[in-house]
């Protein structure tokens, strides 16, 4: 069984592959973050949507999805492995007990599930190198941190140094009539291990989209996105290499 991460459909050489770091709120048996069930299907310990919207953009050719496999909570993919955050012991406000680990315990949640995560990934982009990576995340509307704090967007655009993608995706998605943020929620020069790792390192193009979860928190929503994000993606692409 692989613990770490899943792939849904075939990864192929100058297709999309799609990187959804918080796509599952799974908690192995073994583990036991002592916190409240509910809080297993809040933002905190998932991207809500997004595992819909990649299976069903994995469904078309020459499309696939590399999806993280627990929950943010067990072992956050999106960080640097030294950072505390890639086990965080609070989020949003919310303690998370369990993960309160003594050295050897830090060290064997990330043996177990960051290292192979990454090494997989490297792996793949390795053998089959896409024309483009669709980093794919989603936020809440308002963080119970900061509940003063509006978040307007239905997405946003986000990027370190390599903005190639980002700067043709970013008319594309207002093209839509979407309310579109260019580096909003937040901004991916704080908040892209995986795609500073994985493309920036490499010159690997890629389109880090945060979808605004109430978009995509039901099939319909999550058919439409995955529509969307095809079209777009699809013409990203072309632009890119042409």
């Keep these: 069984m692989i613990e770490a991460f899943k792939l849904v459909g075939k990864a192929e050489a100058n297709g999309v592959l799609i990187v959804s770091d918080h796509a599952s709120n799974r908690v192995p048996d073994d583990i036991q973050l002592g916190v409240a069930p509910a809080l297993l299907?809040?933002?905190?310990?998932?991207?809500?949507?997004?595992?819909?919207?990649?299976?069903?953009?994995?469904?078309?050719?020459?499309?696939?999805?590399?999806?993280?496999n627990v929950s943010r909570l067990v072992c956050d993919f999106n960080r640097e492995e030294h950072q505390p955050a890639a086990?965080?012991?609070?989020?949003?406000?919310?303690?998370?007990?369990?993960n309160a680990l003594d050295h050897d315990g830090h060290e064997a949640r990330l043996a177990r599930f960051f290292r192979p995560y990454h090494?997989?990934?490297?792996?793949?982009?390795?053998?089959?190198p896409p024309a483009l990576i669709l980093s794919l995340h989603s936020f809440t509307p308002q963080l119970e941190s900061h509940p003063d704090q509006q978040r307007p967007w239905q997405v946003g655009v986000l990027y370190n140094a390599d903005d190639r993608a980002a700067r043709i995706a970013i008319p594309l998605l207002k093209a839509?009539?979407?309310?579109?943020?260019?580096?909003?929620?937040?901004?991916?020069?704080?908040?892209?291990?995986?795609?500073?790792?994985?493309?920036?390192?490499?010159?690997?193009?890629?389109?880090?989209?945060?979808?605004?979860?109430?978009?995509?928190?039901?099939?319909?929503?999550?058919?439409?996105?995955?529509?969307?994000?095809?079209?777009?993606?699809?013409?990203?692409?072309?632009?890119?290499?042409?």
Aim: with cysteine; charged share 15%.
């Design 119 to 128: 090494a997989a990934l490297a792996q793949l982009l390795e053998q089959c």
């Design 176 to 242: 839509e009539g979407l309310c579109v943020g260019d580096q909003q929620p937040y901004s991916g020069k704080l908040l892209n291990a995986t795609m500073n790792r994985h493309a920036e390192a490499h010159g690997r193009p890629y389109l880090g989209i945060e979808i605004r979860q109430d978009q995509i928190g039901d099939a319909a929503g999550q058919a439409a996105w995955a529509e969307r994000l095809v079209r777009i993606c699809n013409e990203v692409a072309l632009k890119l290499h042409a």
């Design 87 to 98: 086990i965080p012991i609070a989020s949003d406000g919310h303690a998370i007990p369990g």
């Design 41 to 68: 299907h809040q933002h905190v310990a998932i991207d809500i949507g997004v595992s819909g919207v990649a299976h069903l953009m994995a469904g078309q050719p020459r499309y696939a999805a590399f999806l993280g």
